[in-house]
């Protein structure tokens, strides 16, 4: 240091430059709200801060990442969403044209809720009978990978009942065996069961149906004509039926027995009224 004359070439040194990327990850459930994105940073001096909002909003929100290169924004539901991000400098991405990088990420959901397509019902045949069913077809949702829902069927008591069918294309859930009552068929898709709680209503449909059955069929026998004279057969007996299912134009079909020492023999006579009848 002697000399008159000193050089000093100084290095100036720059951070690397900003970069980062974005991944969706859409709506489980229709009109839900459990959608998030997950932001990676790297460049630059850290500390940063992303700016989004969704595509028709007027202001962006902001939030410093919650680690140091990783961020996620929760609670997201369907949309376009617009995304950036600068570091504690406030350097920013950019592009080959020296133009901010604004990413455009897109929030999907199902196309339609879980959702009840037709019911079909065939009550009992008679009363306190078990051979009525329901049919009920399923849409929307996100099925399961065999294209089924899951199914539960319960009855008025919330008991779990296993006379269930399943068919697909279209996904038709069908209880079999039953007689009269309410019972209640509750539906979820493969969403459900990992949908925020809260967000899970388009995942999930429920509904209660009920079966008849026909009063308790029953029949009195009155006189309608008395025999006339002995060893005539003039007699007439009417049979007063109730309940049961009627027969159109018809109402009830009647079959008559006479009693021959212990056994009952038909009379081939089917209407209400018995005719030429003996002692």
């Known amino acids: 240091t002697d000399g008159q004359q000193h050089a000093f070439i ?9 970069s980062f990327a974005s991944t969706p990850k859409h709506v489980n459930c229709f009109e839900g709200n459990d959608g998030y994105i997950t932001v990676t940073a790297t460049g630059g001096v850290g500390n940063y801060v992303l700016s989004y909002k969704k595509d028709k909003d007027s202001e962006y929100q902001q939030h410093a990442f919650s680690s140091a290169n990783t961020h996620v924004i929760q609670g997201l539901t369907k949309g376009t969403y617009k ?5 504690g400098n406030g350097c ?7 133009k901010e990088v604004i990413r455009e990420v897109v929030i999907g959901q199902p196309a339609a809720p879980v959702a009840i397509d037709y019911i ?26 065999n294209k089924h829902y899951s199914v539960v069927w319960t009855n008025s008591e919330g008991k779990v009942l296993s006379t269930v069918t399943n068919t697909t294309n279209p996904f038709v859930s069908t209880l079999h065996s039953i007689g009269k009552g309410d019972y209640t068929i509750s539906i ?15 995942c999930i449909t429920q509904t209660t149906i009920h079966l008849n059955e026909p009063p308790k069929l029953g029949v009195s026998i009155k006189e309608h004509r008395f025999i006339s004279c002995n060893g005539m057969r003039d007699g007439q007996l009417q049979a007063l039926a109730h309940g049961g299912i009627l027969i159109p134009r018809r109402n009830y079909r009647y079959e008559w ?18 005719s030429k009848l003996p002692t």
């Open 10 to 18: 100084p290095t100036i040194i720059s951070p690397p430059p900003v």
């Open 83 to 87: 995304i950036r991000l600068r570091d």
């Open 92 to 98: 920013i991405m950019r592009d080959k044209k020296d």
């Open 120 to 145: 079909r019902t065939t009550d009992p045949l008679a009363f306190e009978y078990t051979d009525g069913s329901i049919n009920v077809a399923i849409k929307g949702g996100t099925p399961f990978p």
């Open 188 to 202: 979820s898709d493969a969403n459900y069961a990992t949908a925020l709680s809260g967000a899970e209503t388009g």
């Open 257 to 274: 027995f006479v009693q021959n020492n212990t056994d009952w023999v038909p009379l081939s006579q089917h209407e209400a009224i018995a």
